[in-house]
DNA sequence: TCTGGGGTCCTAGGACCC
DNA sequence: TCTGGGGTCCTAGGACCC
């Protein structure tokens, strides 16, 4: 007895480019790529001439001439994105989400309002094809690897049932890259094994596939592909980092410059981060230098915070301590990602210092130590870690 | 092929505490 | 007083995903 398949997959078709199919009849039909440096996105006609997703733009065209190259419109994508997401909740409580335009929904116990499986995602892609105007495929399985698969191998424009007794018939024959978490790297140490199916790699022993590609990964990939899966469908996760990023060309750039770009940087996080009642303690900076290999400079607070003058002092602070580097090897991006991110409610001290004025950090941190005592600074710093922390934190004054 | 922007998870060494 | 082991946190890097 395995369980019955009620899991579902689904996952927007060439997402980026359909929304810009459907926004612009002129280009239905048409090979259509999304971005300019970089593809983020290539509709099914561009695909087939061999464009893919993050290619170079030139590489792309060369491809490709014919097509048609439009800027991103993120705002437009999020909202699609929006519009999908409702319908999911509409399907079933039990979503959850996996980037803008993938979830995974756990129908199981709608049999007797909703009808099978099958039935429920026949009309789900019905309603985002006339509700939405995207195309989205469907895998239905037992398990949410399984599903991922399926519904990868039924796009585009697809729906694709593993029935429970036909998992390893539709499995094992799979090339090793259709694992979710084989990427280019484990693909060719798996390849030099001679390892080039999902089957191959279920016959090797654990122990082996550990040694192979460590512990973790070993371990993951080797139940992946013995249908052990028993992660479920998870409507309590929570993002748990928060980033952007921008990349500068080549170029040389002043020290005046950087500031600018960083400091819009940690404006729109500073944003994003209160506009979800979010804080964070862990500040990273992003360098990509001038040969394009990349280095990241991270501190983390003892505290929770929300603040732009916090943010921004630490990541200047950063970033200087970075300028030599930067100096001598060029800098191509720049960027920033928060973590550690809390709730909003958590103690957030007052600052017994102006930010504004660069108070280094250490003397901030001292200050604070006086202030509410090491004891709470520290407790604080726990208590910030824990997402599902309901009680705001008050220090204990000393 | 001259390489975007948004994320997740894992590893490993050193610091620190009990 | 010295020593050891375990657990957790921080930092940096890397693989992978869409």
Known sequence: MRGEATVLHADLDAFYASVEQRDAPALRGRPVIVGGGVVLAASYEAKARGVRTAMGGRQARDLCPEA???PP???AYSQASKDVFAIFRDTTPIVEGLSIDEAFLEVG????IAGTPEQIAMRLRERVRTEVGLAISVGIARTKFLAKVASAVSKPNGLLLVEPEREQEFLLPLPVERLWGVGAVTAEKLHRLGIRTVGQLAELEEATAEKLLGKATGAHLHALARLRDPRPVDTTRRRGSIGSQRALGNRPRSAEELDVILTQIVDRLARRLRDGDRTCRTIVLRLRYGDFAKATRSRTLP???DRTSVLLTIA??????AHPEITERGITLIGVSLSQL????SFQPELPIDWEDGARLDTVLDALRDRFGATSVARAAQLGRDPGWSTPLLPEHE
């Open 68 to 70: 048609v190259v439009v």
């Open 73 to 75: 419109r993120m705002d």
């Open 109 to 112: 116990g709608l049999r007797r």
């Open 303 to 305: 505290f929770p915070t």
């Open 316 to 321: 200047r602070g950063l970033l200087a301590a």
């Open 342 to 345: 809390g709730r909003a409610d």
